[in-house]
């Protein structure tokens, strides 16, 4: 574990460039999790862009029911609370995009402050040299007054060592103090996530998939390399993920073709567990 220091809302707020992310911040020393209480905050109707950030986390979570590990200090917990009605015809594609352009905000904010290379692996796992240094988690409700919220829960590994991680993660995490030594201050780091994250759904909001599917897709290791899908009803498909579709789900060849047929139908994959295969 390197020394890091810490959070602070005012070092936050020096170097805090955005218009309306992280107007509010919510600093805790430790929370069972960012998103829980994120969203008890989002029901009580609290402001648009506020942010939550804790030190550590006793039941982070991550995507798929996983745990998310939280030690204190070293890292990165926030999420953030969206509050803006989209207009019907827009919802679904803004849904299903938030996870992968906030990857790509966190990946471009990590590059920011630091000399790493950062890919994604889909649909928002952040990856520094084929290892998690990082994840997205999204989550919707309603408020008060029936109002619909988003919440984006955002965890990066940022200045812990090999060392410092649970055995069985000793082989798949990495952060940015393991691939370059180098500690990174998080306030700084937050500061720009939350920049790269307000211009990334302006974008989404104002022009569309477009640019951000180009800049998502030219960031994401996951397109062009064999693929071990596994879908929530438990069903394996193995094959080449040629590509992202228009709502943001991924496009896999299978290897087997169908008995009839001499190539293999694409699949369209919204939700699965994706795993790399090494050739």
């Not at 911040?25 to 430790?30: A, G, N, S």
């Not at 917990?77 to 009605?85: E, F, H, M, N, V």
């Amino acid at each position: 574990m390197q020394p890091s220091p810490p959070l602070t809302r005012d070092t936050i707020y020096s170097t805090l460039a955005t218009t309306w992310v992280g107007r509010r911040i919510e600093l805790f020393d430790c929370l069972p999790s960012t998103n829980r209480e994120a969203v008890q905050l989002a029901q009580a109707d609290v402001e648009h862009g506020t942010v939550v950030v804790a030190e550590s986390q006793t039941a982070g979570r991550g995507r798929l029911s996983r745990t998310w590990f939280s030690p204190p200090g070293i890292n990165l917990y926030c999420s953030i609370i969206l509050r803006t009605a989209r207009p019907p015809e827009r919802l679904t594609e803004w849904l299903s995009w938030l996870p992968l352009v906030s990857a790509l905000a966190a990946a471009e904010a990590i590059e920011q402050v630091s000399p790493v290379r950062v890919s994604v692996k889909w649909p928002n796992d952040l990856l520094i040299s084929e290892r998690k240094a990082g994840g997205i988690l999204c989550e919707s409700g309603t408020g008060a007054r029936s109002d619909p919220f988003q919440i984006i829960g955002i965890g990066l590994n940022v200045n812990g060592d090999e060392d410092d991680w649970p055995i069985d993660l000793r082989g798949s995490a990495t952060s940015i103090w393991q691939e370059r030594k180098m500690v990174v201050d998080r306030n700084r780091l937050l500061a720009q996530l939350l920049l790269e994250l307000e211009h990334c759904l302006d974008e989404l909001a104002t022009h569309g998939t477009n640019r951000l599917a180009l800049a998502y897709h030219q960031r994401c290791s996951t397109i062009g390399i064999t693929v071990r899908a596994t879908l929530a009803s438990g069903e394996v498909i193995v094959g080449l993920a040629e590509g992202i579709s228009q709502d943001g789900s991924l496009r896999i060849r299978p290897q087997t073709a169908h008995p009839h047929s001499e190539t293999s139908e694409i699949v369209t994959v919204r939700v699965a567990d994706i795993i790399h295969v090494r050739t």
